[in-house]
């Protein structure tokens, strides 16, 4: 091999090296900056579709822009919904947050990873063993359940 072809196979290598390690690290940062929030949100108040006791499980599922977690019923205080909502059951259900990859916020444009940020609710995240009762709205679209804030549940 000669020396041209040697460096042109090292710096072929370097440059794939760089790029795979950037798409791997885009896909394991995320970084919880749920204390700030990025835009104006405005909610509506509606009817929730359940109240439940439910534990974290610490489980956080991220798709595209959305946040979902999972979470186990330990009680169901009421259900308006056809779904049949079983104690003792995980289920999923999305979060009042949005990402955004850092390169998308940050004046660099080379910052690997997402963010997480509030939505402008005092909605915080579950943690792995945190009981709390929540307010679930169903979407009948999707078949997923809404974990929702105080602020836009209608009494």
Do not use: C
């Not at 402008?120 to 009762?133: A, I, N, P, V």
């Amino acid at each position: 091999m000669t020396l041209k072809r040697k460096i042109l196979v090292m710096l072929s290598l370097t440059l794939f090296g760089i790029i795979g390690t950037y798409l791997i690290l885009n896909q394991l940062i995320v970084l919880d900056r749920t204390n700030k929030e990025l835009g104006i949100y405005d909610f509506f108040q509606v009817q929730a579709d359940a109240e439940v006791l439910v534990e974290g499980t610490g489980k956080q599922n991220i798709i595209a822009d959305k946040v979902s977690t999972k979470i186990r019923i330990l009680n169901i205080k009421w259900n308006n919904t056809s779904n049949n909502l079983i104690e003792g059951s995980e289920i999923e259900a999305n979060e009042y947050f949005v990402v955004h990859n850092n390169r998308q916020v940050s004046g660099l444009q080379l910052i690997p990873g997402r963010s997480i940020y509030s939505m402008g609710t005092s909605y915080k995240r579950l943690k792995k063993g945190e009981q709390k009762t929540v307010h679930l709205k169903l979407n009948n679209e999707t078949n997923k359940y809404w974990i929702m804030p105080e602020e836009i549940v209608k009494e």
